[in-house]
């Protein structure tokens, strides 16, 4: 019943914005930190970046440090990822969840949201 929806996804040009958005249900969202990652196809998926359950602590990976931010509203159970200089290395799809699941292989992964940067 833990669930996750992916939104926001796009194709925009190299240099572009987008802000992708994860709407959570099934579980007590404020206890719980929650990880973006991304896949291309052909490529292993890579943690993106992570946020400790009250937003205080965000992690990111070296390729998106400085460009992208997470962040999150408990009060909207709703985690998000504004990614700006995006470069088309950042072409993946793009998925969310709980970093606990992801450790312990718990759950399974949803359908994601496609981002494609390409002028």
């Known amino acids: 019943q833990v669930q996750f929806v992916e939104s926001g996804g796009a194709l925009v040009q190299p240099g572009g914005s987008l802000r992708l958005s994860c709407a959570a249900s099934?579980?007590?969202?404020?206890?719980?930190?929650i990880s973006w990652y991304r896949q291309a196809p052909g490529k292993e998926r890579e943690l993106v970046a992570r946020?400790?359950?009250?937003?205080?602590?965000?992690n990111y990976a070296d390729s998106v440090k400085g460009r992208f931010t997470i962040s999150r509203d408990n009060a909207k159970n709703t985690v998000y990822l504004q990614m700006n200089s995006l470069k088309p290395e950042d072409t993946a799809v793009y998925y969310c969840?709980?970093?606990?699941?992801?450790?312990?292989?718990?759950?399974?992964w949803g359908q994601g949201t496609q981002v494609t940067v390409s002028s």
């Open positions: 099934g579980f007590t969202f404020r206890h719980y930190a």
């Open positions: 946020i400790s359950s009250a937003g205080s602590l965000t």
């Open positions: 969840r709980r970093s606990v699941d992801v450790t312990s292989r718990a759950g399974s």
